[in-house]
């Protein structure tokens, strides 16, 4: 069974830092691109930034470029992403996904995802 | 706000068939670009719900269907339960955006 869990969420101040880990089990982690996607309270679904299985290929929506860094530990099935200078709305939970596309050039989709961690950006 | 516009909700008695619109244009929907769509219960994750337009994940009940056509998508529930009480989101691509995934507004689906 395809499991995704999520760690490292908490309270940060405007301009802090956090980092936030997803551990990947029950499928073979490498071959996958992996993603951070959002939810602020109340609101909708944003996604965030996408590493390819290799770390080759990065992407970061543009509300967290150059803000957030997005990392993979294949070795230890794991994904990260760093948050840089916090601001109060990157408040959100944030979930680890997997992706899937049924061929190159389709629209992948996310198959699986984990449980989120909240991410609270508050003076 | 999103390229991909959905109802903020609506509603339907056990058993009844509600359907909800996701409506886009020509740089993401009408451009061809698949449609998938994700259930989230209250409190939890998105769960995939039709991947490829038209397609349901082993383990999704028959009553869920999907379709697709122009610049709009459009996702039904037939025989509505109360179980299905949930948010539910389009997933597309946009190629005007720098955006790898596009998600829709969201529609919040209450059962009467």
């Known amino acids: 069974e395809v499991q995704l869990a999520e760690s490292g969420g908490g309270l940060a101040t405007p301009g802090g830092s956090l980092r936030l880990s997803c551990e990947a089990s029950?499928?073979?982690?490498?071959?996958?691109?992996m993603n951070w996607v959002r939810q602020a309270p109340g609101k909708g679904l944003e996604w965030v930034s996408s590493?390819?299985?290799?770390?080759?290929?990065?992407f970061y929506a543009d509300s967290v470029k150059g803000r957030f860094t997005i990392s993979r530990d294949n070795a230890k099935n794991s994904l990260f992403l760093h948050m840089n200078s916090l601001r109060v709305e990157d408040t959100a939970v944030y979930y680890c996904?997997?992706?899937?596309?049924?061929?190159?050039?389709?629209?992948?989709?996310?198959?699986?995802w984990g449980q989120g961690t909240l991410v609270t950006v508050s003076s | 706000q999103s390229v991909l516009t959905q109802p903020p909700s609506v509603s339907g008695a056990p058993g009844q068939r509600v359907t909800i619109s996701c409506t886009g244009s020509?740089?993401?929907?009408?451009?061809?670009?698949?449609v998938h769509w994700y259930q989230q219960l209250p409190g939890t994750a998105p769960k995939l719900l039709i991947f490829g337009n038209t397609n349901r994940p082993s383990g999704v009940p028959d009553r869920f269907s999907a379709s697709k056509s122009g610049t709009s998508a459009s996702l039904a529930i037939t025989g509505l339960q109360a179980e299905d009480e949930a948010d539910y989101y389009c997933q597309s691509y946009d190629s005007s955006l720098s955006a790898l995934y596009v998600f829709g507004t969201g529609t919040k689906v209450t059962v009467l």
């Open positions: 029950g499928f073979n982690f490498s071959p996958y691109s």
């Open positions: 996904a997997r992706d899937v596309r049924a061929a190159a050039g389709l629209v992948p989709w996310l198959d699986s």
């Open positions: 020509s740089s993401n929907i009408g451009a061809g670009y698949d």
């Open positions: 590493m390819t299985g290799s770390g080759s290929h990065i």
